[in-house]
């Protein structure tokens, strides 16, 4: 058990995460896009829109070790002329704000890889 918890805590510190901490993270980061594409897909899902909404700026994201990674990513988002449901096409936010309807959000996402597991916890969007 306390190697479990020694390992976990060096390979905290060797990434350069402080355990339990939220970091500013880089949000370019493969685990911040990961995390970033999977709210996005839930939260499409989730809203009775019946186009696709989808990031066009990213404000900040946080990363803190739990048992596993979360984080913690706040977002510019905008409608596209896509509806849902039509897969394998391209699309791109309007750029009229009357149809692109821009509003921000900030995705709480839980990530332990190695269980292939990803939760969002919290999802707040206005």
């Known amino acids: 058990m306390w190697r479990c918890v020694f390992l976990t805590a060096l390979f905290a510190v060797g990434f350069g995460f402080m355990t339990g901490g939220l970091m500013d993270i ?3 980061d493969a685990g911040v896009l990961d995390a970033l594409n999977y709210a996005v897909r839930k939260h499409n ?3 009775n829109d019946m186009y696709v909404s989808q990031v066009t700026e990213v404000i900040g994201a946080q990363a803190q070790v739990v048992a596993g990674v979360k984080y913690i990513i706040t977002v510019k988002m905008a409608r596209t ?30 990530s332990r890889t190695w269980l292939n597991d990803t939760r969002v916890l919290k999802e707040k969007c206005g």
């Open 45 to 47: 899902n989730r809203s």
């Open 81 to 110: 002329s896509c509806r849902k449901g039509s897969d394998n096409e391209v699309c791109s936010a309007h750029t009229d704000p009357q149809l692109a309807q821009p509003y921000q959000c900030t995705f709480t996402v839980w």
């Open 26 to 28: 880089d949000s370019h």
